[in-house]
């Protein structure tokens, strides 16, 4: 971890509109910026360097001022705060993702226990699994120093996957082959169950 080159990024806009306060903060967060003791902070990349210098330009056209700087912190211990800012930001993510797998599972879990074996399930449940894969790509993304939770929520979103293989199987087969269900359909509800845990 030493001797990592930052950018220091801060900026100042006109009380209104408020669109633009929210729009360079939405810019900050994609990028992966976390907020240090009031300066934006990322690790130094030419694509951050141009990605920043686009951003200013938006500023100024909503009449405000900013400033990037390229530095290193002058102690460890500064230097494992900023670190540990970007883990701790990118674990929030990964968490959120974790209990969003959850739900998933539970949705999946109370079809079943429904017996709600339609393909516009298949359907809908497909459309979640594809908004949690794409989460996770934007979070691995900006995941800058690999948050300790990056594991377990790709771990989370395989058994998503997983479970959902299992339904649309179970789907098909009660489209297919009704009265035929009953061992997949077991075998799913355990897989729903080891999903959770």
Not at 49 to 68: N, P
Not at 73 to 82: C, P, T, V, W, Y
Not at 104 to 130: D, M, T
Request: proline residues 3%.
């Amino acid at each position: 971890m030493s001797n990592i080159k930052w950018l220091f990024f801060s900026y100042s806009l006109p009380a209104e509109p408020s669109k633009a306060r929210v729009y360079v903060w939405r810019q900050l967060q994609k990028l992966g910026a976390v907020n240090f003791q009031s300066t934006w902070v990322l690790p130094y990349s030419n694509e951050r360097i141009t990605e920043i210098k686009r951003l200013a330009e938006e500023i100024e056209r909503y009449k405000g001022e900013s400033l990037l700087l390229e530095g290193k912190a002058l102690d460890a211990k500064q230097e494992e705060r900023i670190y540990k800012a970007f883990a701790d930001s990118r674990n929030e993510e990964y968490q959120e993702i974790i209990e969003k797998c959850e739900d998933y599972f539970k949705e999946i879990a109370f079809e079943i226990e429904r017996k709600n074996f339609i393909f516009a399930e298949v359907e809908e449940n497909e459309e979640e699994l594809e908004k949690l894969k794409q989460w996770l790509k934007k979070v691995e993304k900006r995941d800058l120093v690999g948050a300790p939770l990056k594991k377990a929520a790709a771990e989370k979103i395989k058994a998503c996957e997983k479970m959902f293989d299992g339904f649309a199987k179970t789907v098909y087969l009660h489209t297919h082959h009704k009265g035929k269900i009953d061992k997949p359909v077991e075998k799913l509800k355990k897989s729903a169950a080891k999903g959770r845990k």
